[in-house]
């Protein structure tokens, strides 16, 4: 029995497939009766993307052969171009609309986190919260650093944080200092 089907051709990532007429015990790209036209999935530009002879394809198809599905749907966009037109507009149409949904759970996320974080300041404690309020003021800053450039956000969080830790440690120092000497006047007298 003659079956039209393709025979794939090309390189590795960039097929190329005839379309033929053959043998349908033979294997997919081994001889061929003969080659009908061709189809190149990856033309760009001015590059033809189907070629087919019609008159030859009636011909087999008198003959008795059988169409592949995919050498189907080929014979009908190359007899009206604005299939393809519409193929191509459906899939900008979902390319376009997976773009919105992946923006909108990208805001939804930083809502949350911000959210979160001023929930956290909230709850903290009235002892811990002017310790807590620097890493409150990182995290707000945090969602708006992503719009802005990487670079200047660590240096503001790095600034905010080495005067928090320096401030109790120079304290500790100034008291321990004060807390011996009444204890040396002490042992003197």
């Not at 079956?3 to 960039?14: D, H, V």
């Amino acid at each position: 029995m003659v079956k039209i089907r393709l025979a794939r051709g090309g390189a590795k990532k960039k097929p190329f497939y005839s379309i033929v007429a053959t043998d349908s015990r033979k294997r997919r790209d081994s001889g061929y009766i003969e080659r009908i036209g061709y189809f190149n999935p990856v033309a760009r530009g001015q590059e033809v993307r189907l070629q087919l002879e019609e008159d030859r394809l009636s011909y087999w198809i008198s003959q008795g052969a059988q169409i592949s599905d995919r050498v189907k749907q080929l014979v009908k966009e190359y007899r009206d171009p604005s299939i393809r037109e519409k193929q191509l507009a459906m899939q900008a149409e979902k390319a376009a609309d997976k773009a919105k949904k992946i923006a909108a759970d990208l805001k939804a996320k930083t809502d949350l986190e911000a959210k979160e974080a001023a929930k956290v300041v909230a709850e903290a404690p009235a002892e811990e919260a002017p310790a807590e309020e620097a890493p409150a003021e990182e995290v707000v800053a945090e969602a708006p650093a992503e719009e802005a450039p990487a670079e200047e956000a660590p240096a503001e969080e790095v600034v905010a944080e080495a005067p928090a830790e320096e401030a109790p440690a120079e304290e500790v120092v100034a008291e321990a200092p004060a807390e011996e000497k009444p204890a040396e006047e002490s042992e003197a007298k």
